[in-house]
């Protein structure tokens, strides 16, 4: 049985990373604030939702078993 060394493929591996990492394409900073933005307004908005049914048939089941 045969055991490779690990550094060469390790390496190997970590240029690739440092070679993709370079091609990534981040967002401005004002793209990431809109985008957070966004992603809190639609979390507040499925809250509101949820919560409104979720008070909506607890009142019902209240009224159910008086």
Same mark, same amino acid.
């Given at each position: ?5 690990? %550094?060469?493929?390790? @390496?190997?591996?970590?240029?690739? *990373?440092?070679?993709? !990492? ?15 933005? %966004?992603?809190?307004? @639609?979390?507040?908005?499925?809250? *509101?939702?949820?919560? !409104? ?14």
């Amino acid at each position: 049985m045969k055991i490779s060394n690990p %550094i060469p493929k390790l @390496i190997n591996y970590l240029k690739e *990373v440092k070679t993709e !990492s370079k091609k990534i394409n981040w967002p401005t900073r004002k793209e990431a604030m809109r985008y957070s933005l %966004i992603v809190i307004g @639609i979390s507040f908005f499925v809250a *509101v939702f949820l919560g !409104s049914f979720d008070a909506l048939f607890s009142f019902l089941l209240r009224r159910l078993i008086e």
